[in-house]
């Protein structure tokens, strides 16, 4: 290329590049990359977090400077305690109580002393000082053969002033830690006690409390450990309370015992309605519900049957009522979904066990299933489908157990079929409060109704009548199709017809006696001749009117 070439390619270039760089600048002027740079296009981002350095740091620290104190308070209270329940044989009664008690007020001018400069650490060392301060109380009375107090009273009344007062300076430091290890000691304080009385009215007292902290502080876990603390010590007494040192024996009195957890269910309740109404519900206060309603039932039921079995169905039937009132409250006050529901189905499930209890087999099948248009009645007001679907399958799991336990299939069973409709109608009379955009429900009642009908009836009808019944049985469908002006009950006659025809044909030719053979046949061929005829006349009536 000649010189001359090469001035016009020159020429040419310059004013494309420029009119690029001008595009360039105004490109990054729009985008505010003014101070972009070329060397961050080769700016890879690290595979290693940058700061991984500082979170190291920072995770030692953490475990050395929190974690260490904890574990360090922890095995240093226990060293202590160690000491002190070593026999002392040549030494004072009172003398291990003695260095207790001093080096419990050590602790506390040590954590006075660092209040400010080493906060956890102080915190730590008090919590330790009144767990030392309880147990030099505890060895006046226990772990030496000679005591320094001779009075059980008098050792419960200094265990109960200590926990009191833990409890107290607990409340003031707002720790949630500590005011649970207080209701924790006074637990235990009862407990050695001994009192049946003391322990109920004490618990009481604990769970009021605790709802008062939930609702004042918002301390939901206290809350939650509360629940578990007081159910817990309560079944503690029922075993026997070995920790005053009584045998494992199940208590057969008071009988009062069982509705003091009631009590406790509706306290704890109380405390975890709060919230606005149609607000939605947190998981810690479903799963403080499930807790409550829980532990309360499995307790009710195990302490009614193992020991109270007299008096299991009043007990069964009361705690009932307060699950359900329970739920009323909840769906009233809340809208709640969820622990509506759980109240709910506990006091179902406990009005079950009251009506188990109070008839005789096969009796209480037939209230049981009668139950059922009670539960559905109820979860219609709550608008709660998860209870309808919960209803249909306990439905399902009772008439299954009355087929496997019964030896004789009698009229009871006939009482599923005829709650199976009822429960059909309900639903689809007030479906609107469900919200039900499909049947399933109800065709699962009206399945259910299709297949006890016509097994009942084999059972209970002499084999030479079963098609006969079969036959009115499909009438009455017709009858409430036209009534209703529902073609469900149609489809459902059809079907029963089908299933008659079926039986009368492979059966009835066989087995029947002659007479009845020759009754079933005819009244049964003219029936579907006359439905034939009705089915004709609908027909042309409808043609006439599409014309």
Known sequence: MDSSSEQEVNNQLVPYLKNLEARISRIEEKLNLENFSSEDIFEFPSLMPQNISERADSLETQIGQFWFAKVGIVILAIGIIFLMTFPYQNLPSFFPSLVGFILAGILF???????????????????????????????????????????????????????????????????????????????????IGNNAWLIFFTLILISGLSVYLKQKRNWN??????????????????????????????????????YFLLIYALIFAYGNLSGERGERESV???????????????????????????????????????FLFLSVIYYE??????????????????????????FPKPDYFVWLSWQS???????????SKI?????????????????????KIGVTALSFGIVALISARILNWQKHR?????????????????????????????????????????????????????????WMALLTFLLTVLYILFVGTTNLDPSYRIISFMFL?????????????????????NN
């Open 373 to 383: 248009i009670i539960v559905v009645a109820t979860a219609l007001w709550f608008r």
């Open 109 to 191: 001018l040590l954590s006075n002393y660092w209040k400010k400069s080493l906060q956890f650490i102080s915190q730590y060392i008090f919590g330790g000082g009144l767990l030392l301060l309880y147990f030099s109380t505890l060895r006046l009375r226990f772990f030496s053969v000679n005591p320094a107090v001779e009075s059980n009273l008098i050792e419960l009344l200094f265990l109960i002033s200590i926990s009191v007062i833990h409890l107290s300076v607990s409340y003031r430091r707002r720790s949630t830690y500590l005011t649970a290890f207080g209701i924790t000691l006074l637990s235990i304080s009862i407990l």
């Open 284 to 322: 810690i206060t479903i799963l403080n519900t499930i807790i409550n309603s829980l532990l309360c039932f499995l307790l009710l039921l195990i302490i009614t049957l193992a020991k109270f079995s007299d008096t299991a169905a009043i007990s069964e039937l009361i705690g009932s009522l307060v």
């Open 221 to 258: 876990s206290y809350y939650t450990y509360a629940i578990l603390l007081v159910y817990f010590i309560h079944f503690i007494w029922f075993i026997g309370n070995p920790i005053a040192g009584n045998k494992i024996v199940l208590q057969s009195s008071p009988l009062f015992n069982v």
């Open 387 to 407: 209870i309808i679907v919960a209803n249909f399958i306990m439905y399902l799991i009772i008439f299954f157990s009355y087929l496997v336990l019964e030896e």
């Open 434 to 490: 469900l919200d039900l955009k499909t049947d399933a429900m109800r065709l699962s009642y009206l399945g259910s109704m299709f297949f006890i009908f016509p097994y009942a009836l084999y059972h209970i009808v002499p084999k030479d009548y079963v098609g006969l019944s079969w036959t009115i049985v499909a009438i009455g469908y017709y009858i409430m199709s036209i009534i209703l002006k529902n073609k469900k009950y149609r």
């Open 525 to 545: 061929g003219m029936v579907l001749l006359v439905i034939s005829i009705l089915y004709a006349k609908r027909k042309k009536g409808s043609d006439l009117i």
């Open 333 to 358: 006050k809340r809208k709640s979904k969820y622990s509506t529901f759980f109240y709910a189905i506990l006091g179902y499930t406990a009005l079950s066990v009251a009506i188990v209890n109070s």
